[in-house]
């Protein structure tokens, strides 16, 4: 296994203060960020073969080659609303280092020539907002934000921005209009945030990972950081592992390891007696995998062409002792919760599959129905502005795709347990 | 039901309750108030804003290019202050950012942190998404619910995903972040909650080390694991 980047030393009492950071190394990079040209930079970005961390995983220095040259004002946005269910890395990356976050976010801004940049971080982390920021306060009262930083000639205004809880607003549009001051809807694409974002000005965003491991792609250089990983998942990667597993967290694992060896050797596995019934490798939105997957290299494309996806890189596993139509229950609900309700297929799609799952658990459903919750998770995918009702749909519909016989089962079982509960045990 | 068109409709159309002109939607027809005041931005000369809230509101506003963006930051000022988002509080709200009342509602009522209906001012949030359910995080919610019934200081609920699944049950305290919460120590974390004191210290997420066990230091130095 490699060294630790992202998790170096970051239990290190301290590391969240800007003296301990850069004891350890820390805004080096971006002195030297600072020597290079602005081209250069982005295709160091580009040649390290960084995808973002927050999802699609797209390649950061080609997102970043889209922002177009010339005098508009430009801007830098770091997502850190991290509210997919399962995921909590951004959590911790901010939490203990925020420092090496704020000098990504540094790097990423001077590439793009963006002299106004924000981080949103979702409201509910109050006390890692407090933390950074005071560690705000430290970098402009240190020269490494405000006017001509380091005497670069680079000037960057940073300013933290806490979200009131919304998932939606994780969608990078959707994020864009609620630091805006308005409601957290997406916005139709095309146009897309690198040509006209905030304030209508290209717009770059990433996640806190993504930005996080950018000081040190500086420092170890693009093709040192390339032979990290395999093919087309260079690189290491936060894992925050939860659900039934005796050893949750977040690990920093070398991507293309199985998916075995994080979910049994780090994280513990499920509890003793206990089995692997499914797992969400990339958070709730991602299909459901099951036992016999377990041994799938963990990186981007061997989980799509499994079927799933990497996503933000949330392991959530579920074990036999639990009801898949529970864990449908709590997507949908999730989804529909969450859904900003301007799409019909997904404001309607999401409610009605809560509707039918509820159904099936009070007793109410036919087998029928479940190829009913099958189509319209078929009508949501694909027919909406953002891909939120596509995040239940596909979970939703890997899990009947793969437990058909469960549903089944728990159809008849819950109508049986109707029936009793009617005429007062007659038939029992 | 007054219209003759109701009439030739076939009979199952009818069983849907409708309104005038056989539309679903009560009031689809009548014309807009037009004794009603239009959305105004409130008048400083008659809405008085204490100068905290003013200052709060206003440092929001310089720090964005666009004073729109201090919307959110200045509800959850008047939250902070009131409980609540408050139609006074709104108000004044608005008239420092110079938007109508209207506006900063459509924003509140977007956003779960955002109370727009009167509630105690103790934000206490017991996650019960997936990993946490997994965990048992609906009892959870059930104990606490028992012990905290009838307080009005606080306003306890479920919540989605709050991003520490690895502490999972877990529970929100104003911010404060606790937890796995075993069932037996929802009674002390309830009387802490009351109190005000800091919850549950032991169990608090920023005191815990990594779980990797390449970060030295960590929980779990040796992959085995104490508790495996
Ligand atoms: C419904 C929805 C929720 C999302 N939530 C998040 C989030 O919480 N954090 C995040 O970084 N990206 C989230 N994304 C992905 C962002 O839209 C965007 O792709 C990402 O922030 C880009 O950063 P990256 O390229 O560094 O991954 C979400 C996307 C969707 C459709
Ligand atoms: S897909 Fe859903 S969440 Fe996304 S914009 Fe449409 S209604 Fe809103
Ligand atoms: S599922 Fe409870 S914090 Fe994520």
Avoid at chain 1, 72 to 98: H, W
Avoid at chain 1, 222 to 248: C, F, H, M, W
Avoid at chain 1, 344 to 352: A, I, N, V, Y
Avoid at chain 2, 35 to 57: F, G, H, M, N, Q
Wanted: hydrophobic share 35%; charged share 25%; glycine share 10%.
């Amino acid at each position: 296994m490699t060294d630790l980047l992202l998790f170096k030393g970051i239990d290190e009492p301290g590391l969240n203060t800007i003296d301990v950071y850069k004891r350890t190394g820390g805004y080096e990079s971006l002195k030297k960020a600072f020597a290079m040209p602005h081209a250069e930079l982005i295709e160091q970005l580009t040649d390290s073969g960084l995808r973002g961390r927050g999802g699609a995983g797209f390649s950061m220095g080609k997102k970043a080659s889209f922002i177009p040259q010339g005098d508009m004002q430009k801007y830098v946005v770091c997502n850190a609303d991290e509210s997919e269910p399962g995921t909590f890395k951004d959590r911790e990356l901010i939490q203990k280092n925020p420092h090496q976050l704020i000098e990504g976010v540094i790097i990423a801004s001077y590439a793009v020539g963006a002299t106004i940049s924000f981080i949103y971080i979702r409201g509910e982390y109050d006390q890692q907002a407090d933390i950074l920021d005071v560690a705000l306060a430290e970098a402009r009262e240190k020269g490494y934000l405000g006017e001509d930083i380091l005497g670069s000639g680079f000037s960057l205004d940073l300013q933290l921005y806490r979200g009131a809880g919304a998932y939606i607003c994780g969608e990078e549009t959707g994020l864009l209009d609620s630091l805006e001051g308005k409601r957290g809807n997406p916005r139709l694409k095309p146009p897309f945030p690198a040509v006209e974002g905030l304030y209508g000005g290209p717009t770059l965003i990433n996640n806190v990972e993504t930005l996080s491991t950018v000081p040190h792609i500086i420092e170890m250089g693009a093709r040192e950081y390339a032979a990290i990983g395999v093919q087309d998942s260079t690189g290491t990667k936060l894992v925050s592992v939860s659900g039934n597993v005796k050893r949750p967290g977040n690990y920093e694992i070398e991507l293309g390891i199985s998916s075995r060896e994080i979910i049994f050797d780090l994280a513990g596995g499920p509890p003793d007696g206990r089995e692997v019934k499914c797992w969400f490798p990339g958070g709730s939105s991602s299909p459901v995998l099951t036992a016999d997957d377990l041994d799938i290299s963990y990186d981007f494309d061997s989980l799509a062409d499994a079927g799933s996806m990497l996503g933000s890189g949330a392991i959530i596993v579920v074990d036999d002792s639990n009801s898949v139509v529970d864990v449908a229950w709590k997507l949908a609900h999730f989804y529909s919760h969450e859904s900003c309700g301007k799409c019909t297929p997904c404001r309607e799609g999401t409610k009605w599959t809560l509707t039918m799952v509820g159904r099936i658990k009070d007793g109410t459903a036919t087998p029928m129905d479940l190829d009913i919750m099958a189509s319209v998770q078929d009508q949501i995918i694909g027919h909406c502005l953002c891909v939120l009702g596509d995040a239940m749909a596909m979970p939703v519909g890997s899990l009947i795709a793969k437990f058909r016989d469960e549903f089944e089962a728990e159809i008849e079982a819950a109508r049986e347990r109707r029936e009793r509960a009617l005429t007062g045990g007659v038939l029992a | 039901m007054s219209d003759p068109d109701l009439d030739l409709l076939p009979e199952f159309h009818t069983s849907v309750q409708r309104f005038d002109k056989g539309s679903r939607i009560p009031g689809w027809d009548r014309a807009a108030d037009l004794d009603k005041d239009p959305a105004e931005v409130p008048d400083p000369a008659d809405t008085e804003v204490p100068a905290e809230l003013r200052a709060v509101i206003e440092a929001e506003m310089a720090r964005f290019p666009d004073i729109h963006s201090a919307a959110i930051p200045a509800l959850f000022a008047v939250q902070r202050r009131d409980g609540w988002c408050t139609p006074e509080g709104i108000r004044q709200a608005a008239c420092v950012m110079g938007v109508t009342p209207a506006y900063l509602t459509s924003v509140a009522t977007f956003y779960d942190m955002l109370n727009t209906e009167p509630c105690g001012p103790r934000q206490v949030y017991v996650c019960t998404n997936i990993s946490c359910s997994l965990c048992g995080a609906d009892e959870l919610l059930g104990l606490l619910q028992e012990e905290l019934q009838g307080n009005e200081e606080v306003n306890l609920r479920g919540f989605e995903c709050l991003g520490a699944c690895d502490i999972a049950p877990m529970v929100s305290v104003d911010g404060v972040y606790v937890g796995p919460v075993p069932f037996d120590e929802v009674p002390e974390l309830a009387r802490q909650i009351v109190a005000g004191e800091d919850p549950l210290p032991g169990r608090q997420l920023v005191k815990r080390p990594s779980a990797d066990p390449k970060v030295s230091g960590s929980q779990a130095t040796n992959p085995e694991g104490s508790d495996a």
